[in-house]
C-alpha cells in the first residue's frame, strides 16, 4: 500500500477554519471534527511533494518496496515528511487510498504549535 501505517498526519486549513480532511471524516461518518491545531513548519525540514505523477514515479525508483510501492522505512530515513496534494492524488491511482490533500510527518521535530482552534 502507498500509505503509511504510521506517522502523524496533517492537512492544511482552508478558509473558515477547515480542511479536506475535515469535510472527508465527516463524509464518512467519522463525525464533525469540532477542534483543531494550528502548526507553523519550521526551517530546515525535508519534505518531499507529490503534485505530479512523476512525482510519485520518482519516489517509488528511489524508495522501492516490491517495486510498486514506496518504501516508507527508507523514506524516512531521508525526508521529515510526504505531503500528497489533491492534484497529486488525482493524477495518482496508487494514491488513491490518501482520500484527502494531507501530509504525513516522520519526524515533527520541525513543527510548531501555534494553538488550538475551533473548526
Known amino acids: 500500500m502507498n500509505k503509511p501505517d504510521e506517522g502523524f498526519w496533517t492537512s492544511t486549513l482552508k478558509g473558515n477554519n477547515s480542511s479536506e480532511w475535515k469535510k472527508w471524516a465527516k463524509y464518512e461518518g467519522f463525525g464533525d471534527i469540532s477542534s483543531g491545531t494550528i502548526l507553523e513548519i519550521q526551517k530546515g ?62 519526524n515533527i521535530k520541525y513543527l510548531k504549535i501555534i494553538k488550538d482552534i475551533k473548526i
Not at 510498486?68 to 525526508?79: A, G, L, N, R, W
Open 45 to 106: 525540514v525535508s519534505m518531499y511533494i507529490i503534485n505530479t505523477k512523476k512525482h510519485f514515479e520518482l519516489l517509488i525508483k528511489k524508495f522501492p518496496y516490491k517495486n510498486i510501492y514506496i518504501d516508507f522505512v527508507e523514506f524516512s530515513k531521508v525526508y521529515d515528511a510526504l505531503c500528497v496534494t489533491k492534484k497529486g492524488i488525482k493524477n495518482n491511482i496508487d494514491l488513491v487510498l490518501w482520500n484527502v490533500e494531507s501530509t504525513v510527518w516522520f
